[in-house]
C-alpha cells in the first residue's frame, strides 16, 4: 500500500497547482482520502478529503473557494487543484487514506500516509 503525491513547486501569489496522489497496491475508490499540510513550525491541518464511495467532499475554511479535490477511478489518482495561492499557503502537502466512510480532516483517523510534496507561494 502505498501514496505518492506530486505536483508540488514554487509558485507566485495568485497562480495555480495541481497536486497528484497516485495509490499503488489498493484501490482508492474504496477509501476516502485527505489532503493535509504541515508549515514550518506549525502544526498539520487538514486542508480537504473525499469521502469512500459517495465521494462527497469538504474543505477547510482557509481552502474554501480556492481548491477543489478529485479523483481519476482510472489512474488511481486524487488530485487538489489549488487556485489563487498565497504565501500562508507554502507548506508541505500530503495526502491520506482511509477505509472508514464519512468525511473527517482529523488526520488521527487516517492509516496510509505519502511522503509528502513541498509547495512554495512566493514572489
Known amino acids: 500500500v502505498q501514496l505518492v503525491e506530486s505536483g508540488g513547486g514554487l509558485v507566485q501569489p495568485g497562480g495555480s497547482l495541481r497536486l497528484s496522489c497516485a495509490a499503488s497496491?489498493?484501490?482508492?475508490?474504496?477509501?476516502?482520502i485527505g489532503w493535509f499540510r504541515q508549515a514550518p513550525g506549525k502544526e498539520r491541518e487538514g486542508v480537504s478529503c473525499i469521502s469512500r464511495s459517495s465521494r462527497d467532499t469538504y474543505y477547510a475554511d482557509s481552502v474554501k473557494g480556492r481548491f477543489t479535490i478529485s479523483t481519476d477511478n482510472a489512474k488511481n489518482t486524487v488530485y487538489l487543484q489549488m487556485n489563487s495561492l498565497k504565501p500562508e499557503d507554502t507548506a508541505v502537502y500530503y495526502c491520506a487514506a482511509r477505509s472508514a466512510y464519512g468525511l473527517t480532516l482529523n488526520d488521527r483517523f487516517y492509516n496510509n500516509w505519502g511522503q509528502g510534496t513541498q509547495v512554495t507561494v512566493s514572489s
Open positions: 497496491g489498493f484501490t482508492l475508490d474504496y477509501f476516502g
